[in-house]
């Protein structure tokens, strides 16, 4: 049986993804598709992907091969940062549009070795970023999306549950 506040909110039983509403960063030169997810821009403080409403918990970092490349090589100190803010996030990502071979396979113009690609992946991993290498932009804008998608879910049922308890929403008369 739905609380009197469930059945003011008119919640839903259940998230579908076209309700969710994905946020990309402004300066993401290539956005990806995140259908059926609904998207707005605007500017992250950490990462390139989060979700409406939760900018401040929930950060996901694309790469393509040549970012990547530039964020071991020239760009480490400033990588280093973002990647201790996304520490911070309690959902967090680094999504790379390659694949483990395509790495270890080199042949770039970049001084920047496939070891040192790999180390600093698995580095990034240790201090607690989960890397995934998706192979290409298609397969990385599935993977945010379905990502995004069950982050949304997990909260909208914190929420329920929340509400299903019969918690004072702030504002609520009852």
Same mark, same amino acid.
């Given at each position: 049986m739905a609380s009197a506040i469930e059945s003011r909110l008119k919640l839903p039983a259940e998230l579908k993804p076209e309700s969710v509403v994905a946020v990309i960063d402004t300066r993401e030169q290539i956005p990806l598709d995140l259908s059926p997810l609904q998207i707005m821009y605007g500017t992250l403080a950490t990462g390139d992907y989060s979700l409406a409403g939760y900018e401040d918990d929930v950060a996901i970092e694309r790469k393509s091969l040549p970012d990547l490349l530039g964020c071991v090589g020239v760009d480490r100190e400033r990588f280093d940062r973002e990647i201790q803010r996304m520490r911070g996030?309690?959902? /967090?990502?680094?999504? #790379?549009?390659?694949? @483990? /071979?395509?790495? /270890?396979? &080199?042949? @770039?113009?970049s001084r920047v070795t496939p %070891? %040192? #690609?790999?180390g600093s992946l698995r580095g990034w991993e240790a !201090?607690?970023?989960? *890397? #995934?290498l998706? &192979?290409?932009? !298609?397969? %990385?804008? /599935?993977? *945010?999306?379905r990502m995004l998608f069950l982050t949304a879910r997990r909260k909208w049922r914190g929420v329920r !549950?929340?509400?299903g308890l019969g918690l004072k929403i702030e504002g609520d008369a009852a």
């Open positions: 996030y309690s959902t /967090r990502a680094l999504i #790379v549009e390659a694949t @483990w /071979r395509q790495i /270890r396979a &080199g042949g @770039w113009r %070891a %040192a #690609v790999e !201090k607690g970023i989960p *890397v #995934v998706t &192979g290409n932009h !298609k397969e %990385a804008g /599935r993977h *945010v999306a !549950k929340m509400i």
